[in-house]
């Protein structure tokens, strides 16, 4: 058993499909805080913040605590939850045609171990299709999203190649983790 400090349920599904058990606890670190614009430096931040604010309120005494975010990065631009229909737009037509990169930063804490991990995986798009693109944005699903992308719906007919786990760019690199979860 792990808390999950995160209130995502794409993380929350990634446990559940590799059958770990957890109690969701997400916090309420802000990260408008954070004034980097570098994307990684950017990640770590904002999950080292969040970690710090869970660590101080449950400890890892009962259970291990396990905390994650993710940001996504196209020509270099540090992208975002989209704050409405035209900052979606501006980020999805960044990324057709062109390579982005989610980057995902996740703490994990026991009693025994801790591990700071950060993992980029990078997706090639092909040229996203416009009425595809406005469906998708009308949708509401962009909304929530790191960068507008959801690379397990809109982007996937889209993806041309990918380098790294999928996992990672869902939020939660699983690989990395599976071998430190004490039985």
């Given at each position: 058993?792990?808390?999950?400090?995160?209130?995502?349920?794409?993380?929350?599904?990634?446990?559940?499909?590799?059958?770990?058990?957890?109690?969701?606890?997400?916090?309420?670190?802000?990260?408008?805080?954070?004034?980097?614009?570098?994307?990684?430096?950017?990640?770590?931040?904002?999950?080292?913040?969040?970690?710090?604010?869970?660590?101080?309120?449950?400890g890892?005494?009962?259970?291990?605590?396990?905390?994650?975010?993710?940001?996504?990065?196209?020509?270099?631009?540090?992208?975002?939850?989209?704050?409405?229909?035209?900052?979606?737009?501006?980020?999805?037509?960044?990324?057709?045609?062109?390579?982005?990169?989610?980057i995902?930063?996740?703490?994990?804490k026991?009693?025994?171990?801790?591990?700071?991990?950060?993992?980029?995986?990078?997706?090639?798009?092909?040229?996203?299709?416009?009425?595809?693109?406005?469906?998708?944005?009308?949708?509401g699903?962009?909304?929530?999203?790191?960068?507008?992308?959801?690379?397990?719906?809109?982007?996937?007919?889209?993806?041309?190649?990918?380098?790294?786990?999928?996992?990672?760019?869902?939020?939660?690199?699983?690989?990395?983790?599976?071998?430190?979860l004490?039985?």
């Amino acid at each position: 058993m792990l808390r999950l400090g995160s209130n995502s349920i794409t993380r929350a599904n990634i446990l559940n499909s590799f059958d770990i058990n957890f109690v969701q606890n997400g916090g309420s670190f802000d990260e408008d805080s954070i004034k980097t614009k570098d994307p990684k430096s950017f990640v770590y931040q904002a999950t080292l913040g969040k970690y710090k604010e869970l660590y101080a309120k449950y400890g890892v005494n009962d259970m291990p605590l396990l905390v994650a975010d993710s940001v996504v990065t196209a020509n270099g631009e540090l992208l975002r939850k989209a704050k409405d229909e035209t900052d979606a737009r501006r980020m999805l037509e960044l990324q057709s045609d062109n390579e982005t990169s989610v980057i995902t930063c996740m703490i994990y804490k026991s009693k025994d171990i801790e591990i700071i991990d950060i993992s980029i995986t990078t997706y090639t798009f092909s040229t996203f299709n416009k009425k595809d693109m406005d469906r998708y944005i009308s949708s509401g699903e962009c909304f929530g999203k790191a960068g507008a992308i959801m690379v397990e719906g809109f982007c996937k007919p889209y993806i041309k190649e990918v380098k790294g786990y999928e996992s990672c760019a869902m939020g939660l690199c699983i690989e990395k983790l599976l071998p430190f979860l004490e039985s």
